[in-house]
């Protein structure tokens, strides 16, 4: 299944995503968001409701929100392909590198992220992202997997000047829509190996990073788990797990982002995320 999240006529919603359009679950089940499905562990029932309905609109007429609109974590991996260790003169450590960004960085897909006016060093980063389905803390490796509920694509577009005024990642990673995740959220059942996943972005419709999910360095399970010792996981939390090589700010020139620009993001099997680029 493909669930989605969206605004229509001024109204939040979520849905799952059919070849004729969207079935709107929104007031069908005991669940007012995505985020509450999947704590509640109603996926099941959410699948019924799609296959006993024709859709209610077409995908068109929605405005995109992020998949999870709220989620209550969103952890993010950096430097986690040893290619883009490389291209960042960085080294890949014994631990995952960690941050963090805010549930009011992200917008979706379709929607315009924002150059911050403070900055002419706007980077984009193509990601996959974990939805987390079922929450827990202490996870062992082995049991990673099934807290997931599925797959999403993760723009983590970086101000990179204000991202290195310290040594700290978290002011160059938080302005206000400058990442975007989306468009959907495929369910884990429909993917048989993340590992055979490939990831490409594409800058106004050139290749500019590509990479394959067998490259982390730090795999999901590891990232699941890794985490957990530290916090408790929670449904609908999210886990960005890394760029691949090709980012603008180490090329040379460096190709950054500007008003007028599209970043796409593609990721097989899972979806194609879409942003426009306007100044703030």
């Avoid at 929100?65 to 003169?89: F, Q």
């Avoid at 419709?205 to 795999?219: I, K, P, T, W, Y």
Wanted: a negative charge.
């Amino acid at each position: 299944m493909r669930f989605i999240s969206f605004k229509k006529a001024g109204q939040v919603g979520y849905g799952v995503l059919k070849e004729a359009g969207v079935v709107d679950l929104t007031g069908r089940l005991d669940a007012p968001d995505l985020r509450t499905l999947l704590a509640r562990g109603l996926e099941r029932e959410a699948a019924g409701v799609a296959a006993a309905n024709t859709a209610d609109f077409p995908l068109e007429a929605v405005e995109l929100l992020p998949v999870i609109p709220e989620p209550s974590k969103i952890i993010c991996v950096g430097i986690n392909y040893v290619a883009h260790a490389a291209e960042a003169g960085r080294i890949v450590g014994k631990y995952p590198v960690i941050f963090h960004r805010f549930a009011d960085t992200l917008v979706g897909s379709g929607q315009p992220l924002l150059r911050p006016r403070v900055s002419d060093q706007f980077d984009y980063e193509g990601e996959l992202a974990v939805v987390i389905g079922k929450g827990g803390r202490h996870i062992s490796p082995d049991d990673a997997m099934s807290h997931v509920a599925g797959y999403t694509v993760f723009n983590d577009a970086s101000v990179r000047d204000w991202q290195f005024h310290t040594h700290q990642y978290g002011m160059g990673k938080n302005f206000a829509a400058t990442g975007a995740l989306g468009p959907w959220m495929v369910t884990a059942d429909e993917i048989a190996d993340y590992r055979k996943l490939e990831l490409r972005t594409y800058l106004n419709g050139e290749q500019v990073q590509e990479g394959r999910l067998d490259q982390l360095a730090f795999d999901i399970p590891h990232l699941i788990a890794y985490v957990s010792q530290a916090l408790p996981w929670n449904p609908g939390d999210i886990l960005a797990t890394g760029t691949p090589s090709g980012i603008g700010f180490k090329r040379n020139p460096p190709l950054l982002l500007k008003e007028g620009d599209t970043v796409r993001i593609d990721v097989t099997q899972v979806g194609t995320l879409v942003n426009p680029v306007m100044n703030e």
